[in-house]
């Protein structure tokens, strides 16, 4: 008498049984990949868990980052680290007598595993923003100094970027680090760091550049397989300053001075010894395109010097001189 019937479900009853989410649509996943660079699969994982909400999704993502990069940086973090780039920072590189502004740059090295890595543009990246962190948070000491920074101390300041320096931190230079441990699968170590600073010269007509080089770049030309930075003192012709020319020659001069650093086995900028051509002054000066080319530091500096107009008129042997100097190549022995 009672027929087998199916139960009839009400528009009501489907919404209750119903536990399926919206599909993430292609336009979703392409804007959240292209503000956090994820795989695809992360991208829609977050839309999904976040009702493809944008802002939820983003949110979603820094806590799955953080708590995968923890176990990520855990699981290598005993593994050898030979492979990297040197970082260079300069955000002022000229001072000189009555000038309010003083020098300031910074170097550092950041190691990896692998030289595939070493070549990806999120470590790329990471060098430059460590690096202009480093140059940014270091106070000029003293006239003029070049000092080390504590790696320890640098990961526990916030990282500032170098492509938008203005922007709020949203983390450490360690969480940062460990970020990008999780995205790129290898283990990454601030291996050192310095900085150079310099208060404006106290002694009128004189002056402060900085000379930096980069050897073996690779995304930027402030990152590479060895770094230099050297320190200049040279006769400023107050007040008018060095003319644009004259700016422009020292550029020149200042780009081949870190190439013979880097160049050359530079050890010392002078020497007892005549012969030791570990000591700048003493090295044959190849790296500068000039009619002076190819004699010794000393002698080009000292002739350049008496061409431009720069000598000291109280018999200094040359109108600019390096004071000091560091070079840094990837992997190297540290003393």
Same mark, same amino acid.
């Given at each position: %008498?009672?027929?087998?019937?199916?139960?009839?479900?009400? @528009?009501?009853?489907? =919404?209750?049984?119903?536990?399926?989410?919206?599909?993430?649509?292609?336009?979703? #996943?392409?804007?959240?990949?292209?503000?956090? &660079?994820?795989?695809?699969?992360?991208?829609?994982?977050?839309?999904?868990?976040?009702? +493809?909400?944008?802002?939820?999704?983003?949110?979603?993502? $820094?806590?799955?980052?953080?708590?995968?990069?923890?176990?990520?940086?855990?699981?290598?973090? *005993? /593994?050898?680290?030979?492979?990297?780039?040197?970082?260079?920072?300069?955000?002022?590189?000229?001072?000189?007598?009555?000038?309010? /502004?003083?020098?300031?740059?910074? %170097?550092?090295?950041?190691? =990896?595993?692998?030289?595939?890595?070493?070549?990806?543009?999120?470590?790329? $990246?990471?060098?430059?923003?460590?690096?202009?962190?480093?140059? #940014? !948070?270091?106070?000029?000491? *003293?006239?003029? =100094?070049?000092?080390?920074?504590? @790696?320890e101390f640098l990961?526990?300041?916030?990282?500032?970027? $170098?492509?938008?320096?203005?922007?709020?931190?949203? *983390?450490?230079?360690?969480?940062? !680090?460990?970020?990008?441990?999780?995205?790129v699968g290898e +283990?990454?170590?601030?291996?050192?760091?310095?900085?150079?600073?310099?208060? @404006?010269?106290?002694?009128?007509?004189?002056?402060?550049?900085?000379?930096?080089?980069?050897?073996?770049?690779?995304?930027?030309?402030?990152?590479?397989?060895?770094?230099?930075?050297?320190?200049?003192?040279?006769?400023?012709?107050?007040?008018?300053?060095?003319?644009?020319?004259?700016?422009?020659?020292?550029?020149?001069?200042?780009?081949?001075?870190?190439? $013979? !650093?880097?160049?050359?086995?530079?050890?010392?900028?002078?020497?007892?010894?005549?012969?030791?051509?570990?000591?700048?002054?003493?090295?044959?000066?190849?790296?500068?395109a000039d009619e002076?080319?190819?004699?010794?530091?000393?002698?080009?500096?000292?002739?350049?010097?008496?061409?431009?107009?720069?000598?000291?008129?109280?018999?200094?042997?040359? *109108?600019?001189?390096?004071?000091?100097?560091?070079?840094?190549?990837?992997? &190297?022995?540290?003393?």
């Open positions: %008498m009672f027929r087998n019937r199916r139960p009839r479900t009400t @528009p009501a009853l489907k =919404c209750l049984y119903s536990t399926a989410t919206e599909k993430p649509s292609l336009k979703l #996943v392409a804007e959240l990949r292209k503000r956090t &660079e994820v795989s695809i699969v992360k991208a829609r994982e977050a839309l999904s868990a976040s009702g +493809n909400d944008i802002d939820a999704a983003l949110e979603w993502l $820094q806590k799955d980052l953080v708590a995968s990069g923890a176990k990520k940086a855990a699981k290598v973090g *005993g /593994r050898a680290t030979n492979e990297g780039l040197v970082g260079v920072s300069v955000l002022s590189n000229f001072t000189a007598f009555g000038m309010q /502004r003083g020098l300031r740059a910074a %170097m550092i090295e950041l190691n =990896c595993e692998t030289d595939f890595v070493g070549r990806n543009e999120l470590f790329g $990246q990471l060098v430059a923003d460590i690096a202009h962190t480093a140059a #940014v !948070i270091s106070e000029p000491s *003293g006239s003029f =100094c070049l000092f080390s920074i504590q @790696p990961q526990d300041a916030p990282l500032i970027s $170098q492509s938008n320096p203005s922007a709020p931190p949203t *983390g450490t230079v360690a969480s940062a !680090i460990r970020d990008t441990i999780a995205k +283990n990454i170590t601030l291996r050192r760091a310095m900085a150079v600073t310099a208060q @404006p010269p106290t002694l009128n007509g004189t002056a402060l550049r900085l000379a930096s080089y980069v050897h073996g770049t690779i995304h930027r030309p402030t990152e590479g397989r060895i770094g230099a930075l050297a320190l200049l003192a040279l006769r400023y012709p107050s007040p008018k300053g060095f003319s644009p020319k004259l700016t422009k020659k020292l550029e020149t001069l200042e780009r081949a001075l870190g190439r $013979q !650093i880097v160049g050359f086995d530079t050890k010392s900028i002078d020497a007892a010894d005549p012969h030791d051509q570990t000591a700048l002054y003493n090295q044959p000066f190849i790296t500068f002076l080319n190819g004699q010794s530091v000393r002698n080009v500096l000292a002739q350049w010097s008496a061409r431009e107009g720069l000598s000291f008129p109280d018999g200094f042997e040359a *109108g600019i001189k390096p004071l000091d100097f560091a070079k840094w190549s990837v992997g &190297e022995p540290l003393e």
